[in-house]
Nanobody, 124 residues
């Protein structure tokens, strides 16, 4: 079982930046595909970005539009989501997910390990 702990959320003004971190334990991190998802009240959980176990491939949701960057440090067992040009519509709980696979899952149902989430609130 993979344990995931997110950090870095908070309150930021529109146009600002945040960096989310997700520390993983309980599994060989370098075999895990990692994803960031978000869920706003009353909405479905949706993918934000995902990264292959090696870091060689990434995926971004259309709404990211070049504003976010996902990265990983396999030596630190940590995945990051650098977010810039934040908009009020980015307000949501952000969740880290992990799955042992050599593919790049982008559907939430492909991930079976989830963190507790960190709240991001963007004031307009």
């Amino acid at each position: 079982q993979v344990q995931l702990v997110e950090s870095g959320g908070g309150l930021v003004q529109a146009g600002g930046s945040l960096r989310l971190s997700c520390a993983a334990s309980g599994h060989t991190f370098s075999t895990l595909a990692m994803g960031w998802f978000r869920q706003a009240p009353g909405k479905e959980r949706e993918i934000v970005a995902a990264i292959l176990w090696s870091g060689d491939d990434t995926y971004y949701a259309d709404f990211v539009e070049g504003r976010f960057t996902i990265s990983r440090d396999n030596a630190k067992n940590t995945v990051y989501l650098q977010m810039s040009s934040l908009e009020h519509e980015d307000t949501a709980g952000y969740y880290c997910a992990a799955q042992a696979t050599d593919t790049l899952p982008i559907d939430r149902y492909e991930y079976h390990n989830w963190g507790q989430g960190t709240q991001v609130t963007v004031s307009s």
